[in-house]
């Protein structure tokens, strides 16, 4: 018995402690439909790996055997803009090497747009041409609360939601991926005084709202099923005048500019409920800061200051959300008014109000710095808004004045605006524009 436990000792040593490695399995799988570049694949929260091209492919960090994997699409593709989808992408107690993972590539197509017009108490609606961004009006009136300020969506596509800066509310709706046509949620939702703005985050569960006359923030969870809104606690204060807002790609940390306080308020997202928590103190910006943009990275915060007419470049601790200052960037316009920068992350833009245009400017991927490109390029009178649309091929300006929207197709390369056609008349006051993509 004594030389038989001897032996099997031995066996165990010679197995477990002798330097024999433990059996490890590779997990891959294969990709179909990618024409976009970017695309980033993950697996088990660690390993990433980069996909350039169709076809098989597998990670190189092994999975121990009895181990778990589970493979998510870290950075969807861009130019085109698309949207991968994992299949079969979680599994427990490997036993075998993985390779029936699947990653499904899918095009994003521009399909409608809508205008908040706040001389008519109505929401505009048109189809977008996805080969050349051109718009056509949808039949149908939709009303909203007095003086609808900000539109926006979620990123799938479901609900639009307009910030109504006199009455004092949010109005909802669902959007008809078929007709483009929206039908009211409810009544509208009640914020604080005088909303100017709205923003979703990335998965759509969570929406909050700039009270530019109460100095705080409002807090809502969505219905994923109706598009309905909860409040979340009570209104959070900000700096004084917050006026547009803006969450990174990944739904961590919410910013605010503040126009008459002059500064830019950070706020941490709690991921279970939404809740915000203050980062800090607010970080000065320039005069009058009006516009803010979260670039696709998650890695800058842009400011468009009206008062100074020059942008404020910060950098985001990925880590805490904090920001650090960049500097100021002189040659925008005269009183920007709105900033936005494509999905590439390659391209911010800047709207003028009182000169009447557009600024480009090129951004530094690596520091966040803004060069300016060419010329400024022509909008309508007093522009207010800019949006790209998600695929990255067309923008779009709001002009109140003229009471029109400037279309423009981007160059992908150089991030230079063309001109497409004359401007849509719209009637009324346009004051912001949000495009949808299926």
């Known amino acids: 018995m004594k030389l038989l436990a001897v032996v099997l000792t031995s066996m165990l040593l010679a197995a477990c402690g002798s330097g024999e490695s433990i059996d490890k399995y590779t997990v891959g799988g294969s990709v179909s439909g990618l024409t976009g ?8 929260g660690a390993s990433d790996l980069a996909i350039a091209v169709d076809g098989p492919f597998t990670f190189a960090t092994p999975v121990r055997a009895g181990a778990a994997y589970s493979v998510i699409v870290k950075t969807q593709p861009s130019t085109p803009r698309q949207t991968c989808s ?23 197509v521009p399909r409608f747009a809508y205008v908040a017009d706040g001389a008519t108490r109505r929401i505009l609606a048109y189809s977008v041409n996805a080969l050349t961004g051109a718009l056509t009006g949808l039949a149908g009136v939709i009303s909203t609360g007095f003086g609808p300020f900000f539109v926006a969506g979620d990123a799938g596509g479901n609900f639009v939601y307009v ?32 909303p100017k703005s709205v923003a979703m985050g990335p998965d759509g569960r969570f929406l909050y709202v700039a009270n530019f006359g109460a100095n705080t923030i ?19 204060a900000t700096g004084a005048g917050p006026v547009s807002i803006a969450i990174d790609p990944n739904g961590k940390f919410v910013y605010v500019a503040n126009f ?3 500064s830019v308020s950070a706020y941490s997202v709690n991921a279970a409920n939404g809740a915000l928590t203050r980062i800090g103190v607010p970080i000065g910006a320039g005069t009058q800061p009006v516009g803010i943009a979260v670039d696709p990275s998650g890695r800058f915060v842009y400011v468009a200051n009206s008062g100074s007419n020059s942008v404020s470049a910060f950098a985001i ?63 309508g009178i007093a522009p207010e808004s800019i949006d790209i649309d998600p695929t990255g091929k067309f923008a779009y300006v709001a002009s109140g004045d003229s009471a029109s929207i400037s279309v423009y197709l981007v160059d ?4 230079n605006l063309t001109s497409i056609g004359a401007p849509v008349a719209t009637g009324g006051y346009p004051r912001s524009i949000h495009t949808v993509a299926f």
């Open 37 to 44: 570049v970017g695309l980033v694949l993950q697996n088990n």
């Open 317 to 379: 601790n990925v880590s805490t959300g904090a920001l650090s200052d960049i500097g100021r960037f002189i040659g925008s316009g005269s009183r920007p008014s709105a900033i936005t920068v494509d999905p590439s992350g390659k391209f911010a833009y800047v709207v003028n109000q009182g000169s009447n245009n557009v600024t480009i400017f090129s951004i530094d991927v690596s520091t966040g710095a803004l060069g300016r490109i060419g010329t400024p390029v022509s909008a």
């Open 412 to 415: 992908p390369t150089t991030g």
């Open 86 to 108: 994992v299949g079969n992408g979680t599994g427990t107690y490997i036993h075998s090497n993985i390779t029936g993972v699947t990653v499904t590539c899918q095009s994003i």
């Open 218 to 236: 409002s807090a809502f969870g969505i219905n994923a099923a109706t598009g309905a809104l909860t409040g979340i606690g009570s209104a959070i």
């Open 260 to 262: 008459d306080s002059a």
């Open 163 to 194: 910030a109504n800066s006199e009455s004092n509310d949010i109005s909802a709706y669902t959007i008809n991926a078929g007709s483009g046509i929206l039908t009211s949620i409810g009544e509208p939702v009640p914020v604080g005084t005088a």
